[in-house]
């Protein structure tokens, strides 16, 4: 599911095959003021390195293959082919030099398994055509004030392990309408261990992530670890927008859940060209994408900030 057939995403994801290596120098510039992002001061960070000498490490190597072994593992058992075949495709891809591209044997492999979004969100326990109605009365509230629905929608959801918003009509425009263009995009999400890279691909008005690492490694069988639902049915009449989530809660919490929520305003709702633009070329123009500017936005914005303790103290 993760890409639409003909989108040239291909050379983009190929490029963060082998992520865990180097480190980045971050500049400091204002962000999105409206929406309440903070800016801190430009630090270096490091990125894990890959063993001595230079080589890049084998998948055990990721700091993140610990959460995804036992499926890893399940899919070397019952198809070892499959996976031998995998592993020597990442294997080829981690030779080529960063922004090398096979765009057409990516968007092929993207086609295959365009169509299997909704079976496979319904397999993994998520809720299939989950609408608005089945949450709250549509017609009860329309009486309401926008202000009284954000604070319904703020009171139902506060008690629940969940990610849930309400977004000016105006902002979901922007966002929705960049989305048709630019349907899919890498986030970055803060670890102990570094940085873990997830893939977020629209469909319709729902936005589906997993991680990069799920998809490298069991491709079409990689399922939904968060589904971010959006209801513009109140759009017009109330200037609002509801959101809430489903998350795999054996891969993420809600702190982690909300940061990838966040960076979708942040990427999306941006009126810095710059940022934007990263959205662009990771859709459109990968050769030019270069991941490690996500982890500089994300860094200069402050979200994710209480997921990365361990960083935060050294800085103190």
């Given at each position: 599911?993760?890409?639409?057939?003909?989108?040239?995403?291909?050379?983009?994801?190929?490029?963060?095959?082998?992520?865990?290596?180097?480190?980045?120098?971050?500049?400091?510039?204002?962000?999105?003021?409206?929406?309440?992002?903070?800016?801190?001061?430009?630090?270096?960070?490091?990125?894990?390195?890959?063993?001595?000498?230079?080589?890049?490490?084998?998948?055990?190597?990721?700091?993140?293959?610990?959460?995804?072994?036992?499926?890893?593992?399940?899919?070397?058992?019952?198809?070892?082919?499959?996976?031998?075949?995998?592993?020597?495709?990442?294997?080829?891809?981690?030779?080529?030099?960063?922004?090398?591209?096979?765009?057409?044997?990516?968007?092929?492999?993207?086609?295959?398994?365009?169509?299997?979004l909704g079976t496979k969100a319904s397999k993994e326990g998520f809720t299939k055509d989950k609408t608005l109605d089945s949450i709250l009365n549509v017609?009860?509230?329309?009486?309401?004030?926008?202000?009284?629905?954000?604070?319904?929608?703020?009171?139902?959801?506060?008690?629940?392990?969940?990610?849930?918003?309400?977004?000016?009509?105006?902002?979901?425009?922007?966002?929705?309408?960049?989305?048709?263009?630019?349907p899919s995009f890498l986030c970055a999400l803060p670890r102990k261990e570094g940085y873990e890279f997830f893939v977020g691909q629209w469909s319709g008005?729902?936005?589906?992530?997993?991680?990069?690492?799920?998809?490298?490694?069991?491709?079409?069988?990689?399922?939904?670890?968060?589904?971010?639902?959006?209801?513009p049915e109140l759009q017009k009449e109330k200037g609002i927008v509801l959101m809430t989530a489903e998350m795999d809660s054996s891969f993420l919490n809600?702190?982690?859940?909300?940061?990838?929520?966040?960076?979708?305003?942040?990427?999306?709702?941006?009126?810095?060209?710059?940022?934007?633009?990263?959205?662009?070329?990771?859709?459109?123009?990968?050769?030019?994408?270069?991941?490690?500017?996500?982890?500089?936005?994300?860094?200069?914005?402050?979200?994710?900030?209480?997921?990365?303790?361990?960083?935060?103290?050294?800085?103190?």
């Amino acid at each position: 599911m993760w890409g639409r057939p003909g989108e040239p995403m291909a050379g983009a994801l190929q490029q963060v095959s082998g992520l865990y290596r180097g480190a980045l120098a971050l500049r400091s510039r204002p962000v999105l003021r409206p929406l309440g992002l903070l800016s801190p001061q430009a630090r270096l960070l490091a990125v894990p390195r890959g063993p001595a000498g230079g080589g890049e490490p084998g998948l055990e190597g990721n700091p993140f293959y610990g959460r995804y072994r036992d499926k890893i593992q399940a899919l070397r058992r019952s198809n070892p082919g499959v996976f031998e075949s995998r592993m020597e495709k990442r294997s080829e891809v981690k030779k080529q030099p960063v922004g090398h591209s096979k765009q057409m044997e990516f968007i092929k492999y993207m086609e295959e398994k365009a169509e299997a979004l909704g079976t496979k969100a319904s397999k993994e326990g998520f809720t299939k055509d989950k609408t608005l109605d089945s949450i709250l009365n549509v017609e009860m509230v329309k009486e309401k004030t926008p202000e009284e629905i954000k604070q319904i929608w703020k009171q139902y959801f506060s008690a629940k392990d969940t990610v849930y918003a309400v977004i000016p009509a105006e902002t979901f425009d922007l966002i929705w309408k960049r989305s048709q263009n630019c349907p899919s995009f890498l986030c970055a999400l803060p670890r102990k261990e570094g940085y873990e890279f997830f893939v977020g691909q629209w469909s319709g008005t729902e936005l589906h992530f997993t991680a990069l690492i799920n998809i490298q490694t069991r491709g079409e069988t990689a399922a939904s670890q968060l589904i971010l639902y959006h209801y513009p049915e109140l759009q017009k009449e109330k200037g609002i927008v509801l959101m809430t989530a489903e998350m795999d809660s054996s891969f993420l919490n809600v702190p982690a859940a909300q940061c990838l929520a966040n960076q979708v305003q942040l990427f999306y709702a941006t009126d810095h060209p710059e940022t934007y633009g990263l959205v662009e070329s990771f859709n459109h123009r990968p050769n030019e994408f270069k991941y490690m500017a996500v982890i500089a936005e994300l860094e200069q914005s402050g979200l994710g900030r209480e997921l990365r303790p361990r960083w935060d103290s050294d800085k103190a």
